[in-house]
């Protein structure tokens, strides 16, 4: 998640203090939480945005950068063609996110899964090298859901390589998935 992006779902402005960023922070929570009648995907999308903003500020210490900055990224994964995205021989969505979801746990700590836009947030590796995969599932075409990958790294070290976590993370899924997914490209 970009700073932007965090701002727009605390639903503060780019001029916003700390203050006001704890305030929407914790009446968002109040809303989302799973207590309340809330989704704990929708408070963990909160509780991002927060962590987000705290990184970008150190803690509330220093304003917010002009223009906020992109978090550091990974390259995307890309098939030996070249193209962005792996293809799964499935035509359902929302199930190729489950599925990869549940794959997911095999390979590090699942923190995030919205079936409603497709996405999915599994940290990996180990300390000092943790990085956040996120998977993108989009719509179906005729050859398939395409999923794309990024990683940004967390921790002070390297994140462990992209290619890698996509691969293991794609075995499991063809493992878990039965016959139909078993030609999954990685």
């Known amino acids: 998640m970009e700073v932007i992006e965090a701002l727009d779902v605390l639903g503060v402005g780019r001029d916003a203090s700390w203050q006001t960023i704890r305030r929407a922070h914790r009446t968002?929570?109040?809303?989302?939480?799973p207590d309340t009648g809330g989704s704990?995907?929708?408070a963990a999308r909160?509780?991002?945005?927060?962590d987000v903003l705290r990184r970008a500020t150190d803690d509330g210490r220093t304003p917010l950068p002009d223009p906020a900055p992109a978090p550091p990224r990974r390259d995307v994964a890309r098939r030996p063609d070249g193209a962005p995205t792996t293809r799964v021989p499935l035509h359902d969505p929302t199930e190729v996110l489950l599925r990869l979801a549940d794959a997911a746990h095999d390979v590090g700590e699942v923190v995030f899964?919205?079936?409603i836009d497709g996405?999915?947030?599994?940290i990996v590796g180990d300390e000092p090298g943790v990085g956040q995969l996120t998977a993108s599932v989009d719509a179906a075409g005729d050859d398939?859901?395409?999923v794309a990958f990024t990683l940004e790294p967390l921790g002070v070290a390297p994140a462990p390589p992209i290619g890698d976590v996509v691969a293991a993370l794609m075995r499991r899924f063809?493992?878990?998935?039965?016959?139909?997914?078993g030609a999954a490209e990685a």
């Not at 968002?28 to 939480?33: E, F, G, K």
């Not at 996405?119 to 599994?122: A, F, H, N, R, W």
């Not at 063809?174 to 997914?181: E, S, Y």
Request: proline letters at 6%; a negative charge; glycine letters at 10%.
């Open 40 to 42: 704990a995907a929708s």
């Open 28 to 33: 968002s929570i109040v809303a989302a939480h």
């Open 174 to 181: 063809r493992n878990g998935a039965g016959d139909d997914a």
């Open 144 to 146: 398939g859901v395409p």
């Open 46 to 50: 909160i509780n991002q945005a927060l």
């Open 119 to 122: 996405l999915l947030e599994v």
């Open 113 to 115: 899964v919205d079936p």
